[in-house]
Each structure stands twice: as structure tokens, then as C-alpha cells.
């Protein structure tokens, strides 16, 4: 069999490969703060790219958050006709206990309907006038998180044939339209994260291309003293991964100071709901996601650009 | 380290045939000259040596390994024993000349320590150690030309090949430059220097081989006295 080595291989020293690595990370450094203003312009760049896609994403992470936290209340209410005997109200409280979807089921007397309706609406002097207590009994169940829109409103259907019942009021609207957000969200999301994934990588990508070709002469004589081609474009994936990380952590604070600046409304609006809010994303395992999302973006850019630029090196110099 | 050049023909892209059915064997730790005219084809006959390019027919075998078909992976391994001297020099400016001579050796993964031993003796040896912080461009052509030499080396290569090392030099500097090729010749190394001095060559006293037009028109050995 032909001989496709010339010398026998030699084993590089023990501690080479690491050695190289963190003579690749100290050039690196030393190269994006001898160029700082384009640095700094290409973090920016990224991080817009990188921040919109993951405001996006926390908005809809704190939709399902609000969703999650009203999850009690899809479900629905039947209404029985003024005057009508308690004993119709709890028969169908026991029935829906036994209904499957159901998850809790709550009965509301007339006094106690009368009650609520006095604490709530500062009208207990005028309640005072009346005679008889206009307020009917009630019934609310809440269903599982498992029952559809159309599961819901059969449980409603079969609630409604009741006798005394007046009206089943099913309250379903608020949380499709939440629901029908949601996917508009998402797929925004899914959509802006591809283009701008796309945006972040071409940006890394042009930005190490010309970092290789201001840096060709070195190139090409790495290449004749016998330089590998993981060797030769390693300091060039350090680059697109800082240019990346840069880009996150340019993201990052932007989209925390986007939180903290709708935090005290969003407190607000929750609170005037009788509900404490813990909006997502100050949590950690966003931010590493969103530096590793960076990181392999920058990289993404970096081998696209420098596979293309060293291969047409390595063809002019007549390599396999 | 014998070299071995079989019917070489190179015809490049645009229908130039730079070498024409080239034969010739360099024997191992030989001292080589290659002559002729500026077109004559020496760089192309070094480039093919360094796999800088690759013959369109015929074989370049380097110790009996026919190298046009040496597979990516084993490429880089190959360059690291040898050293390439050009006239253009390829020094990097932003780096200092410790550090340009210091490249072979960070390629080949060496230790600082080894690496500053290394690089402190190939500066000396082409005394400008003195010189070691310097940029290139705060060098004169000639020294330039010697830390070049001195990157070629400091890998210890096997074979030393240099295309018009003398081309921007002073017929002294030309001298003792070509001193330097022949005590790396002494030491063992197979060295290949293409030059269109003659005169310069004549007093080398070793191996010529002409070309012309790409082909092999002489092959002889010299008299060193003249």
C-alpha cells in the first residue's frame, strides 16, 4: 500500500491544544480592544437582532404565565330563577362533583350572593329598601386545564337542563382571545427569531470576513509553516462567539431595562385584578440561553465566513 | 531527504506551461541551486516542493512519497519540516520579530519556554537578537531578508527551500546570506535556493541545475573557488 504520509506523525506536546486556545482568547481580546468603536457597533447590532426575538419570547411566556395564574377560572355559572329551592342548586352541585372535567364547584346562596353584591358596591343603604332579597342562587364550576372550549360548553349544555336553572353564562371568550394572542405571539416569535437569527449571523459573518481578509498575509504563511485549518480559523471562531456573547449580553441589559421599566405598571394592572405578578425573565437560565443562543450565532457567522474565505485560499494554493 | 521530480509538467489556468517534463533528483542534505532567467520556472519548481501547488502530470516524490496526493490532514504535518525563504519576505508588521520567527513554533504547539530558546538561537544565529523587539518595518531590506531566514529554521526543518533570497541584497549581504544557506546544508539539511545569480552561485560549490523556458538545461556540480 502507497505511503500518504512523508514523515511519521509527530504527537504535538502534551498541553498544546489548551496552550493554543488561550493564546487564541488573549489575541482576541487584545483585538476587539484595538477596535472597540466597530466592537461595540457590532454588539449593538446583534443585540437588537437577539433582543427582539427574546422580548418576544418573554412576552409569551408571561402570557401562559397569566393564563396559568387564572387557571380557576375558565369554567362557567348557572344562574336559577329567583325563589327557587336550595335543594335544586345543591343537587347539581353534587352532579357536577361527579362530572369529569370538573375541578372544583362552588355554591352561592341568595343571602350570600346579597351579601357579596353589598361589600362590593357600596350600595348597602339602598339594598336596605328592599324587601325581598332579588338575588338568585348560583352555582360556578371550574374545569380542568385538560377540557377544550368545546368540552366547556358541553359541560355548560348539560348544567343549563337543570330545572329552575335562567341562564348558564360560560366564560370562555377572554381566554381564547388569550389563547388566539398567544399564538400570534409565538409565531411572531418563532418568525422574528428566524430572521433575525439569520441577521445576527450574517452580521458575525461580514464582520470576521473582513477580519480575515485584513488578516490574509498572516493566513496564508500560517498555512506554509504548517499550519492545521483548525488552528488557522480558530482565532476567527473566538471572534464570531465575542461578537455573539457581546451582541446577548447587549440584549440582555436592554431587555431588563425593558422589564424593570413595565414592571410598575404591569404590578398595577395585576393588582387591581386582586393578583400578585412575577413577570418572567430575571430568572438566570434566560439570560445563559440567551448567551449561548448568542455565542452559537456568533459562531454560526464565523465558520460560514471563514469556510468560505479559507477554502478559496486553500483552492488557489492547490489543495485536495 | 531526497527529492524527486518524474516528467513534471505544470500548466497553469491561463496555458502558461511553467515546467516541461521536468526530471531531477536532489539527493538527501545536498545543497541544490536552481538558475535561469526570471520565467524560468525555479519558483514554480519550489512551490510544487512546498505542495504549494500541484504538478498537472508527472510525480513530485519527497522521501519516496509521491506529496500531490498527501491527504488534507497529513498536509500541515509535511510543511512543519520544511522551511520556505521568499523574496517577498511575509514577515507580519504588527508583530515583532520574536514573535514572526516564533510562528512555526506556536504552530507546532511548543512551550514558551522551548519557543524563546528556539527563537533566541535562530536570531542569533542570523545575528539580530539584538533586534528581537523590533517591527519589521524598523528593519533594513537585508536584515528583513535574515528574519525570514531565521523563521525557515527555527523548526529545524528537514528541508530549506528559498526562491531569490538574495534578490533585494548588496553583493556582501548576498554572500554571507548564502553563507548561512550552506552552514544549514552542513548540519544535514536538504536545501534548495533558486537564484538568477549565476555569477553568486559559481562560488557556492555545489549542485546546479539550470532551467530555461521549464525545462532542465544543465544539471552540474560547481567549484566552490570559482
Known amino acids: ?320 | 531527504m531526497g527529492i524527486e521530480f518524474q516528467h513534471v509538467v505544470k500548466r497553469f489556468e491561463n496555458g502558461t506551461e511553467a515546467l516541461s517534463d521536468v526530471s531531477v533528483t536532489i539527493p538527501p542534505g545536498s545543497l541544490t541551486f536552481l538558475t535561469g532567467h526570471s520565467g524560468a520556472g525555479k519558483s514554480t519548481f519550489l512551490n510544487l516542493v512546498l505542495r504549494a501547488d500541484r504538478p498537472t502530470r508527472g510525480k513530485v516524490l519527497v522521501n519516496g512519497v509521491d506529496i500531490a496526493g498527501l491527504k488534507r490532514r497529513h498536509l500541515p504535518v509535511y510543511r512543519r519540516h520544511l522551511g520556505a525563504v521568499f523574496q517577498d519576505g511575509q514577515l507580519l508588521d504588527a508583530r515583532t520579530i520574536f514573535n514572526n520567527v516564533a510562528l512555526p513554533l506556536h504552530v507546532a504547539g511548543m512551550r514558551a519556554r522551548d519557543v524563546g530558546r528556539r527563537v533566541r538561537a535562530a536570531l542569533e544565529s542570523v545575528d539580530l537578537l539584538r533586534k528581537a523587539e523590533l517591527l519589521p518595518g524598523q528593519l533594513s531590506a537585508g536584515e528583513r531578508q535574515r528574519v525570514v531566514i531565521a523563521r525557515a529554521v527555527v523548526n529545524r526543518p528537514k528541508i530549506l527551500l528559498a526562491d531569490e533570497p538574495t534578490g533585494n541584497l548588496d553583493p556582501e549581504l548576498s554572500r554571507s546570506t548564502m553563507a548561512l544557506f550552506r552552514r544549514f546544508h552542513d548540519v544535514g539539511v536538504t536545501v534548495i535556493v533558486a537564484s538568477h545569480d549565476t555569477e553568486l552561485v559559481g562560488t557556492m560549490g555545489s549542485r546546479v541545475v539550470g532551467l530555461d523556458h521549464g525545462r532542465v538545461v544543465s544539471q552540474e556540480a560547481t567549484n566552490p573557488d570559482g
Open chain 1, 1 to 320: 500500500m502507497a505511503r500518504t504520509r512523508v514523515w511519521p506523525a509527530q504527537a504535538r506536546p502534551w498541553g498544546a491544544y489548551w496552550r493554543d486556545h488561550g493564546r487564541v482568547l488573549r489575541d482576541t481580546l487584545g483585538y476587539l480592544s484595538g477596535r472597540f468603536a466597530t466592537t461595540l457597533w457590532v454588539w449593538l447590532t446583534i443585540g437588537v437582532a437577539l433582543a427582539v426575538p427574546a422580548a418576544l419570547h418573554l412576552l409569551e411566556a408571561n402570557l401562559v404565565r397569566a393564563a396559568g395564574q387564572w387557571r380557576e377560572n375558565p369554567g362557567f355559572s348557572v344562574y336559577f330563577e329567583p325563589g327557587v329551592a336550595m335543594e335544586k342548586p345543591e343537587d347539581l352541585v353534587e352532579r357536577l362533583k361527579a362530572m369529569d372535567g370538573i375541578e372544583r364547584v362552588w355554591l352561592t346562596t341568595p343571602d350570600e350572593a346579597l351579601a357579596e353584591f353589598r361589600e362590593l358596591s357600596g350600595v348597602s343603604d339602598a339594598l336596605e329598601l328592599l324587601d325581598d332579597n332579588p338575588l338568585p342562587a348560583s352555582v360556578r364550576a371550574s374545569v380542568t386545564t385538560a377540557v377544550s372550549p368545546a368540552g366547556l360548553a358541553a359541560l355548560a349544555e348539560q348544567a343549563a337542563v337543570t330545572d329552575g336553572v335562567e341562564d348558564v353564562v360560560v366564560e370562555r371568550s377572554w381566554l381564547e382571545r388569550l389563547g388566539a394572542l398567544r399564538e400570534i405571539v409565538t409565531r411572531l416569535h418563532w418568525s422574528l427569531t428566524a430572521i433575525l437569527g439569520l441577521g445576527a449571523v450574517l452580521i458575525s459573518g461580514a464582520t470576521v470576513r473582513l477580519a480575515i481578509v485584513a488578516r490574509l498575509e498572516e493566513v496564508k504563511v500560517l498555512t506554509l509553516v504548517g499550519a492545521g485549518r483548525g488552528y488557522v480559523r480558530r482565532p476567527f471562531l473566538y471572534l464570531g462567539a465575542a461578537y455573539g456573547l457581546g451582541g446577548a449580553v447587549i440584549a440582555a441589559m436592554a431587555i431588563s431595562a425593558l422589564l424593570l421599566f413595565l414592571e410598575e405598571p404591569l404590578v398595577r394592572l395585576f393588582g387591581s385584578y386582586g393578583r400578585d405578578l412575577e413577570i418572567a425573565g430575571f430568572d438566570p437560565i434566560f439570560h445563559l440561553v440567551l448567551l449561548a443562543s448568542g455565542g452559537t450565532l456568533g459562531v454560526l457567522g464565523a465558520v460560514a465566513a471563514s469556510s468560505q474565505r479559507l477554502n478559496r485560499l486553500n483552492a488557489a494554493q492547490g489543495r485536495p
